[in-house]
């Protein structure tokens, strides 16, 4: 069969329509499938990213359910601090109660160690204790008509009043001699205005004193005496005793303190 351009461009004539109709519908079906899948791929990269974050989200869900803000944090720990701090105080009341109980435990033991220092450390009855290595004679025989009071009162006749004593008044006659009481030296000879005429011996840290002598003294000062050795006779000198029947007024000193004679007495 011959083709010639008369026939070709009668069949394009005729056919010509449909062929481009044809190209027309591939092109748009092309286009279609094309954008259509460029559509669904969008589609699915967008699932798959949603699902990204949809995970995304969960977990940072999860990471802030374990991982509490900082607020929170610092009011837990605040709370954590504050039940820490209870028991801080707890323990240091605990403590606290427990040096209290060993301090009154201590006060306790103190006390009674005190208690027993002090009865341990109590004075002893002294009036009817004395030096056994040291005694004197009596420088005379008689009654004790005043005794020694250097710490309480007792009642003078001459003064007519309550007043300490700080020796002892021994009654005899007048005229009665005298003896030294210890050996000695005669430290003072004297009168005194409230005592009269009055000798002293000492013998170390001991002064033994004579007084309501009368005025025939038989020793002098500087004199060593003898234990026993008569020193004058009992006289009516002592202005503050006149009241008193006669008698010696005899006094024991020891380191400047007045002692009880008659506890010396052997």
């Known amino acids: 069969m011959k083709i010639n351009k008369d026939n070709l461009i009668k069949f394009f004539d005729r056919k010509g329509f449909y062929i481009v109709l044809f190209l027309c519908i591939v092109v748009v079906a092309v286009t279609a499938v094309y954008v259509t899948n ?9 699932i798959q990213q ?14 802030v359910t374990e991982y509490p803000s900082s607020n929170q944090q610092r009011k837990e720990n605040s ?38 220092t ?7 009855n002294t009036t009817t204790t004395a030096n056994v290595s040291f ?37 005899a006659p007048i005229g009665t001699a005298v003896l030294a009481a210890m050996e000695g030296t005669v430290a003072k000879v004297y009168y005194d ?20 002598l009368d005025d ?3 020793v002098k000062t500087g004199e060593k005496v003898k234990k026993g050795q008569e020193i004058g006779k009992i ?9 008193e029947d006669p008698h010696l007024h005899f006094e024991l000193i020891k380191d400047g303190i007045y002692l009880d004679p008659m506890q010396y007495f052997r």
């Open 38 to 46: 460029n559509n669904l791929k969008k589609m699915s990269e967008g």
């Open 235 to 243: 006289g009516s000198s002592a202005k503050f005793e006149i009241a």
């Open 216 to 218: 025939g003294i038989l």
């Open 118 to 124: 002090a009865q341990d450390s109590a004075p002893q």
């Open 135 to 171: 005694t004197l004679l009596k420088p005379v025989n008689g009654d004790v008509i005043m005794a020694f009071a250097k710490d309480k009162l007792v009642y003078s006749k001459t003064l007519d009043e309550w007043t300490t004593h700080k020796g002892v008044d021994l009654k």
């Open 50 to 63: 949603g699902e990204i974050n949809s995970k995304d989200n969960t977990d940072s869900k999860n990471l």
């Open 79 to 116: 709370q954590d601090t504050v039940t820490t701090n209870g028991g801080d105080k707890n323990v240091l009341n605990n403590k606290a109660e427990g040096s209290e109980a060993n301090e009154n435990n201590a006060v306790k033991s103190d006390n009674n160690i005190s208690k027993n």
């Open 193 to 212: 205005a409230k005592l009269g005429n009055t000798v002293v011996i000492k013998n170390g840290s001991y002064e033994t004193r004579y007084a309501n």
